[in-house]
């Protein structure tokens, strides 16, 4: 069975740019999350679908960042323009349950370095 | 909120010593708590996981017990090897619809 996949896996843009992260969850996976690791870092949470839609997006920093998962399936983050503070790894996640133990299983990342 | 309390790395070790990473965590209710391991150039992945109070977790020799009394969930192995050098996060998991919420990470190095 595939992992949960990501791409780019590595991206480097300039100030200002605009970058497109793809993440594909593990078949059947209704939940999907975004997280992000920041100049070594904690790894902050960003948001959390439930198929399509936006269970939790307390995460988000700012209005640069948009996330979609149409259809219920894969997801995107883009950041519109990117800032050289966004430099960092984003890690996806996915789970069939959201509740307590549940085991989220992450992606390998995209290292996203802004120039 | 829920937060997560991680020792400051790196730790450094030689091979075949014994590690404690210490973890402590504030929450309310039940929460889930875990370990994630970050090797070179890779993803983060589950090392291990307990649900309720005075559960053990264990996988590749590592273990961690859910100490509610004393809010931990220490990580430990007998014998470290240069091949467990990685970042390790500590985790929880609040009941309900809750995300993760991390550590900061440690890193081990462990030299032969």
């Known amino acids: 069975e595939a992992g949960v996949t990501q791409f780019p896996s590595h991206s480097v843009i300039e100030k200002g740019q605009t970058v497109t992260l793809r993440c594909d969850p593990i078949?059947?996976?209704?939940?999907l999350y975004w997280y992000r690791r920041v100049m070594g870092k904690e790894i902050k949470f960003l948001l959390h679908f439930v198929k399509e839609s936006k269970q939790d997006e307390s995460g988000m920093p700012n209005n640069r960042f948009l996330a979609e998962r149409t259809g219920g399936t894969y997801s995107t983050l883009k950041v519109q323009p990117a800032e050289l503070e966004d430099s960092g790894v984003y890690f996806c996640?996915?789970?069939?349950?959201?509740?307590?133990?549940?085991?989220?299983?992450f992606g390998e990342g995209s290292w996203l370095t802004v120039v | 909120g829920d937060s997560v309390t991680q020792m400051e790395g790196p730790v450094t070790l030689s091979e075949e010593a014994f590690l404690t990473i210490n973890c402590t965590y504030t929450?309310?209710?039940?929460?889930?708590l875990f370990w994630y391991v970050q090797y070179p150039g890779e993803g983060l992945q589950l090392l291990l996981k307990?649900?309720?109070?005075?559960d053990k977790g264990s996988n590749k020799g590592f273990e961690a017990t859910y100490r509610k009394e004393t809010t931990s969930f220490h990580l430990e192995k007998g014998s470290v090897q240069v091949s467990d050098s990685a970042v390790y996060f500590c985790?929880?998991?609040?009941?309900?619809?809750?995300?993760?919420?991390f550590g900061t990470g440690t890193r081990l190095l462990v030299s032969p």
């Open positions: 996640a996915s789970s069939p349950w959201a509740q307590g133990g549940n085991t989220i299983y």
């Open positions: 929450a309310t209710g039940y929460p889930s």
């Open positions: 307990a649900t309720k109070a005075d």
């Open positions: 078949s059947g996976h209704d939940n």
């Open positions: 985790a929880l998991r609040g009941t309900g619809f809750q995300k993760l919420v």
